[in-house]
């Protein structure tokens, strides 16, 4: 018997079946049972399809890395040494109430995880407000598509990633991408673009980098890192010369396009084009594609979203899309491609900072008075707006900030911008707890280090990119000595003496967040386990057992109280870090296909390739520089250096070099300029001096 689930990674969340090799049937397969991943070829998602690191996800199941007991730092040696778990949970919960009662409760802070599944994280996200009466809570989706979020919200009223089906892009003109290297980051989701170019439609890719994905498409541009606002300016701007603007469209269904328009008045093709290196007959030429195609979509992924102007990159996209009358259409709109498995569900249940369940804003009256309903704790015992990740992790070490910090779900030493300061500032905290599958870089510096399960011995919910919410369901018992998170926050919980009860039932969990979500945006409501196994996932909002769910989105009405999507005027500004004399180079990052995030889960499968970190680099540059291809280079920012070797590829920009953050370093030398509205950091540009390591004299530095 195989068991359908999904896989433990990217927000595709691709079905799979999971067998044990020998062909034994019990359920769950014994802890030792060797497991084999199988198709599951009638998931709509993927297919049956999966990329290399869904196939070897097996990989971290009897490793011999994997935590198995929990790990508390010794005061004699300093060592991480091992104990039980009634010895450790003890341990925390005294040193969190001694926190508590010298500093008040927002001396503790709790870091979540997009990975989490949806019943975690609406636990993490009660227990930190209930259990112990933080405000300090957030994610690292803040890190993630916070940008996009902030501004889908304020545009359309709602932030639902893809308001619509990803296979629906196999239906539409044209397809832009704005940043997104889905080629890479979600190879079965490339099949609708081939699927669409079949079909005679056009495939956009904007990226600094020409990448697998922008092999696959009609139309390249390759502007200057930090530029695609000024970029989207002038598309809009020249789709209003051309006479473009679906004026019914924007009547009807829109406010505040004067305004827009006004704005893009003097972004003429050939200003954007010394801002952004695309040449103006290309921008032209993309402003006529978009202004004559039937239906068309824009989607935005980390490349326009991780900008200290992130956000508003996105409503600059967005703008292009209303102005021609794509949103709330079927087959058209715009959309972004979230991240992390469970990136979408994520922000809906309650670990960011200013969110309760069902996407309810944390000072909203009426949202206070129905989640603390639904809890039974009194409204008013609810805390307030707490800091955002980066801004917690900040505090760290100031009289007024976080002095113990549980970590759920993230590698911040290797994920974070600015990553040598962030490392630091664990340094000023009383108590960093960390659990992890792995002794991942952040459970390494803990004191307490807490072992759970994963994702094959565990059962729960996810949120696709699509809005759907899919079952991921144990295949095989976990070994001896793990615990699930949500066991860990019930056993804490009893231990603080919580108000209220915590259960580690994933299904009773997700009953309550349920009744949690009911009424608010993202309604959980009429969703089971049961209708999710039926049905192949079911599209929030789904209010009642009798609604069919959700799909598709805002085709009658967009999510703000009036039903009409708002316009914003925003300006470019470009990156924060513009490069001059001393770091005369852009500096962009992000990821490959064999490895996964901080790297803390797919470094470990022995199947996958880990080459290590390198430095994409144009060969003029590296002419300039006489480097070779091979050689190490040592790149230095304001904030730290790395070094790695050299790339020489000339599909990047002569101007730009990337490195991917799957390793220790490229986090050095990010900065950590934070986006405005959404508190997103600058992880996709900034300045950087680009030297060999060794020097002239072949001695190395
Ligand atoms: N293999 C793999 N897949 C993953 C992940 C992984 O770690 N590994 N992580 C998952 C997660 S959490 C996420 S968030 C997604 C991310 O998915 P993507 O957003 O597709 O991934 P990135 O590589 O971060 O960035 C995409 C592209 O943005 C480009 N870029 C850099 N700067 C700019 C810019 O200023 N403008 C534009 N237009 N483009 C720019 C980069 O060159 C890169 O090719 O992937 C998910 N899938
Ligand atoms: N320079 C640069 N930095 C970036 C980015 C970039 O593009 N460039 N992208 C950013 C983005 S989009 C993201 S999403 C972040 C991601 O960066 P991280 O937040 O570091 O993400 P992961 O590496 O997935 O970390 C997840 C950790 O949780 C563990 N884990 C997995 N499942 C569970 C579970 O169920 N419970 C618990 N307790 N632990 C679990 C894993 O072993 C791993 O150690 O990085 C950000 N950092
Ligand atoms: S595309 Fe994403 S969900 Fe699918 S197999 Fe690969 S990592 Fe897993
Ligand atoms: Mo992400």
Not at 39 to 64: D, I, M, Q, Y
Not at 278 to 283: D, G, K, Q, T
């Amino acid at each position: 018997m195989a068991t359908e689930t999904h896989c433990p990674y990217c927000s595709l969340q691709c079905g799979m079946r999971l067998a044990a090799a020998t062909g034994s049937t019990q359920d769950p397969l014994p802890a030792r049972t060797a497991l084999e991943v199988r198709e599951w070829p009638e998931f709509p998602v993927n297919k049956g399809a999966l990329c290399r690191k869904g196939w070897t996800s097996t990989g971290l199941h009897r490793h011999r890395e994997r935590l198995t007991q929990p790990l508390v730092r010794s005061a004699a040696t300093g060592e991480l040494e091992p104990t039980s778990w009634e010895s450790a949970l003890d341990h925390i919960a005294s040193r969190l109430v001694a926190l508590r009662d010298e500093h008040g409760p927002d001396s503790i802070g709790v870091f979540g995880g997009g990975g989490l599944t949806n019943e975690k994280a609406y636990q993490l996200g009660k227990f930190a407000r209930v259990a112990l009466g933080t405000s300090q809570i957030d994610y690292n989706g803040r890190w993630c598509m916070s940008s996009a979020a902030s501004a889908g919200t304020r545009a359309l009223g709602l932030d639902r990633g893809l308001p619509f089906p990803l296979a629906d892009i196999e239906h539409t003109d044209v397809v832009v991408l704005v940043g997104s290297n889905l080629a890479e980051t979600m190879p079965p989701a490339a099949r609708h673009l081939a699927a669409l170019r079949a079909r005679g439609g056009q495939v956009v890719v904007i990226d600094p980098r020409r990448t697998p994905t922008a092999d696959q498409a009609d139309v390249f541009v390759q502007p200057v890192p930090g530029t695609d606002l000024a970029l989207a300016q002038a598309v809009l701007h020249q789709v209003i010369a051309d006479g473009n603007v679906d004026d019914d469209f924007v009547a009807a269904r829109t406010s505040g396009f004067a305004a827009v328009q006004e704005s893009v008045v003097s972004w003429w093709p050939e200003r954007a084009e010394r801002v952004t290196g695309v040449p103006a007959r290309e921008i032209r030429a993309l402003a006529a594609l978009l202004g004559s195609a039937e239906r068309a979509m824009v989607l935005t992924a980390r490349g326009a979203e991780q900008h200290a102007s992130g956000s508003d990159i996105v409503l600059g996209w967005i703008n292009v899309a209303l102005a021609l009358g794509m949103c709330g259409r079927e087959y058209a709109g715009y959309g972004c491609l979230t991240g992390q498995g469970n990136g979408q569900g994520g922000r809906e249940h309650g670990q960011k900072a200013d969110q309760l369940p069902g996407y309810r804003m944390i000072d909203d009256p009426a949202a206070r008075a129905h989640v603390a309903g639904v809890w039974g704790v009194a409204p008013e015992s609810l805390p307030g707006k707490g800091r955002s990740a980066y801004e917690m992790l900040s505090s760290l070490g100031e009289p007024e900030g976080v002095k113990a910090l549980l970590v759920f779900g993230s590698n911040i030493v290797v994920s974070a911008p600015n990553a040598s300061f962030v490392s630091s500032q664990l340094d000023a905290l009383s108590l960093l707890v960390v659990a992890d599958i792995v002794m991942s870089e952040t459970a390494a510096r803990a004191d307490v280090v807490l072992p759970v399960t994963q994702w094959a011995e565990e059962t729960g919910t996810m949120t696709n990119l699509e809005g759907r919410v899919i079952l991921r369901q144990q295949a095989i018992t976990p070994p001896k000595g793990v615990v699930s998170d949500l066991g860990i926050l019930r056993g804490l919980a009893t231990r603080l003496s919580s108000p209220i009860e915590f259960g580690d039932d994933p299904e009773e969990v997700f009953v309550e967040l349920g009744r949690a979500s009911a009424g608010g945006r993202a309604d959980y409501a009429g969703i089971t386990y049961q209708r999710i196994r039926e049905e192949e996932g079911v599209f929030w909002p789904c209010p009642s057992a009798d609604h069919p769910g959700t799909p598709r989105m805002f085709l009658s009405s967009f999510g703000h109280p009036d039903g009409r999507a708002r316009f914003h005027a925003v300006e470019h500004r470009g990156a924060v870090e513009q490069p001059d004399d001393d770091h005369p180079v852009h500096l962009t990052t992000g990821r490959v296909l064999a490895q996964y995030q901080s790297g803390a889960q797919t470094r470990r499968v022995r199947d996958l390739p880990d080459d290590g970190p390198f430095v994409e680099i144009h060969p003029m540059l590296a002419g300039r520089l006489s480097i070779d291809d091979g050689e190490v280079l040592r790149l230095t920012t304001r904030r730290g250096a790395m070094t790695a070797p050299a790339r020489v590829v000339d599909t990047i920009r002569p101007d730009t070099v990337f490195v991917p953050f799957h390793w220790v370093g490229a986090n050095l030398l990010t900065n950590d300029a934070l986006d405005p509205a959404s508190r997103m950091p600058e992880f996709k540009a900034c300045a950087v001096a680009v030297t060999p390591a060794r020097s002239r004299s072949g001695v190395s530095e």
